[in-house]
């Protein structure tokens, strides 16, 4: 039996209608295998996506699209160790992918 992840789109509905992402750089807190960043980042400039868990984050670069590999950034890290080493005001966008359940 095959298994279908929001076949009715009403994720990407509430992604686009909680945030504005067109031309954003956006932030990505928890971004697992990448199921919600393909619904949003082809309008945005820039996503960082990050997670602490190595096997999510190999899942996520082995799914990436080809049309978003220069826009998706995805990376292996926690967020406390990412704050402590980015600058607060460099994403116009931030998410927390589960704040959506």
């Given at each position: 039996?095959?298994?279908?992840?929001?076949?009715?789109?009403?994720e990407?509905v509430?992604?686009?209608?909680?945030?504005?992402f067109d031309?954003?750089?956006?932030?990505?807190?928890?971004?697992?295998d990448?199921?919600?960043?393909?619904?949003?980042?082809?309008?945005?400039?820039?996503?960082?996506?990050?997670d602490?868990?190595?096997d999510?984050?190999?899942?996520?670069e082995?799914?990436?699209?080809?049309g978003l590999?220069?826009?998706v950034?995805?990376?292996?890290?926690?967020f406390e160790?990412f704050?402590?080493?980015?600058?607060?005001?460099v994403?116009?966008?931030?998410?927390?992918?589960?704040?959506?359940c």
């Open positions: 039996m095959t298994v279908l992840t929001d076949p009715e789109g009403d990407k509430a992604l686009l209608e909680l945030a504005d031309g954003a750089d956006v932030l990505e807190i928890g971004c697992g990448g199921r919600l960043t393909w619904r949003y980042a082809d309008r945005a400039a820039r996503v960082t996506a990050i602490a868990f190595e999510a984050i190999a899942r996520a082995s799914g990436l699209p080809e590999r220069g826009t950034r995805f990376r292996r890290v926690a160790d704050s402590a080493t980015t600058e607060s005001n994403f116009d966008v931030t998410i927390l992918s589960w704040s959506l």
